[in-house]
């Protein structure tokens, strides 16, 4: 097998995907905004402004003539990644520059009157004379304006009914102020920031692998334990691996979710958007709904890339390891990257929020616009929770103090389970109404692929008596790039 430079993924990173061998060269910038002019965007049949999206079916509308037409694609970047090299920027995921002027001013070409559009709240804007719509179109170094848009997809009736049974289903143990509270109708679209990378890459991993042989049992009652027999292989794998629509929030607040009042991780959970049918930008698609502005640059996020990509290098490997059983460990992992491409992108959401003074806590339910997958928080009313998991608990103390049958089955004691009821019932339910455990799958959820695969599996030796079912030390299932 054909040796490579390896490092260790659990240690620093040497940059984004930079190869451990050479270092990449510097980005090519991929003007995505060509052509583009601020000012009316005009229905190509009747000359009209006033211009949004069809849901329906997700063409731009003319809401003059009903003219429908197609939107136009990004050109100049690759789509073909397996032939990505070096490192290509679209100009909207450009570094934002400090200090750049929010408030802009245009010139009406129908009138002649100046219009003011300020881009931290808004890419558009009526003019007040002839009600003609003015847009910003051309990209501007402070993040407002991205590569490409996703249109929404998901009608408001459908995401108000997803974010209603959501919330339905988390009714009994809900906060009484949030139910009282609580309505649909302060469901929200959004467009939100994000980062979306394609790779080109070559993984090689090393490592040992086991495969279960024989288990067994020595001992009698209490002192019986169960035993196994593993033969040792060195596991090496190598292959070629493309990336499509790595998808990471380019919002630093939607991104942070340190601390036990945030819940950020509901909007990455609802992920994964289907990036590869993104449009060209046009402020015509945020017609009607709102829009957060990327405050993040490219070098910010490569670290939280990098240990994606690595981990879905790892997943991809696991299809090949089928016969290792207990598990595999990497002691030896490297990433070369070939090329990787960087775009900005708006996508939708549609978002629910609810401010729970009393913890001074922001509640998310949001869905994804264009596949509909929800996720969120409901605030608990903790006496009601606490009250009935101690009920869970001394029911659970009763049945194990009478010693009934079922609490031992295959001459195992389960007793343990009655008597930690209350405690097991209390983390169910305040895991299914905060879910702060919910992510966004990168790893497995990725569209990605692989080339070339190279295997080679050595048998070492034969380890007998082993206690544990599972390899000790494997990390071929273990995720290193999650955020939450």
């Known amino acids: 097998m054909e040796e490579y430079n390896q490092t260790n993924w659990t240690t620093g990173e040497p940059g984004l995907f930079q190869s451990d061998t050479q270092p990449m060269d510097g980005p090519t910038i991929v003007q995505t905004d060509a052509g583009a002019k601020d000012g009316q965007n005009k229905c190509p049949k009747c000359g009209a402004t006033d211009i949004s999206l069809n849901i329906n079916n997700g063409l731009l509308r003319c809401n003059f003539c009903r003219h429908e037409f197609e939107p136009e694609k990004v050109k100049g970047l690759e789509t073909d990644i397996s032939k990505l ?6 100009s909207g995921a450009q570094d934002i520059i400090a200090g750049t002027d929010e408030v802009l001013t245009f010139k009406c070409s129908s ?49 108000k009914a997803s974010i209603g049974k959501f919330v339905g289903k988390r009714q009994f143990f809900a906060h009484p102020q949030f139910k009282k509270e609580f309505s649909t109708e302060n469901v929200m679209g959004v467009y939100l920031p994000y980062m979306v990378v394609d ?38 794998r190598e292959f070629d691996l493309v990336v499509e629509g790595l998808t990471v929030e380019s919002s630093a607040d939607k991104r942070e979710n340190r601390g036990s009042n945030k819940t950020n991780n509901i909007i990455n959970s609802i992920m994964p958007f289907d990036t590869e049918n993104g449009v060209k930008w046009n402020a015509n698609y945020l017609k009607g709904y709102t829009s957060e502005k990327r405050d993040t640059n ?11 990509a ?55 339910v949001a869905v994804n616009a264009r ?35 079922f609490l031992y089955i295959d001459d195992t004691d389960w007793g343990w389970l009655f008597l930690t009821a209350g405690f097991i019932y209390y983390g169910i339910i305040y895991s299914r109404y905060r879910n702060q455990g919910a992510r966004h799958h990168h790893e497995k959820e990725t569209k990605s692929s692989t080339d070339n695969m190279r295997q080679q599996d050595v048998f070492v030796t034969k380890r007998t008596a082993l206690r544990n079912a599972k390899m000790q030390g494997a990390n071929n299932t273990s995720v290193r790039g999650s955020i939450f």
């Not at 490219?298 to 994606?308: A, I």
């Not at 509909?372 to 103090?401: D, N, R």
């Open 371 to 405: 596949t509909k997958e929800t996720m969120g928080s409901v605030p608990i009313h903790f006496p009601k929770l606490l009250g009935v998991s101690a009920i869970v608990e001394v029911i659970g103390f009763l049945l194990f103090m009478l010693h009934l049958p």
């Open 310 to 364: 690595k981990d879905i290098a790892r997943f991809k490997a696991n299809d090949t390891l089928k016969h290792y059983d207990r598990g595999v460990q990497w002691t030896g992992e490297n990433l070369e990257v070939k090329g990787e491409q960087w775009k900005a992108a708006y996508l939708p959401v549609w978002l629910y929020s609810y401010h729970q003074k009393a913890k001074n806590m922001l509640h998310y």
């Open 111 to 159: 009138c002649a009157a100046e219009v003011v559009i300020d881009t931290a709240e808004a890419t558009q804007a009526r003019c007040h004379w002839c009600r003609n719509t003015l847009s910003i179109n051309q990209q501007i170094p402070n993040g407002a304006v991205p590569d490409v848009v996703l249109p929404f997809k998901v009608k408001k009736d459908e995401a």
């Open 85 to 90: 090299s070096g490192t290509v920027i679209g």
């Open 199 to 236: 790779v080109n890459a070559h993984a090689a991993l090393s490592g040992q692998g086991e495969h279960e042989v024989r288990r067994y049992t020595r001992g009698e009652g209490k002192n019986k334990v169960t035993l196994y027999d593993a033969d040792l292989f060195n596991v090496e």
């Open 298 to 308: 490219v070098e910010q996020l490569k670290g939280l890339v990098s240990k994606q």
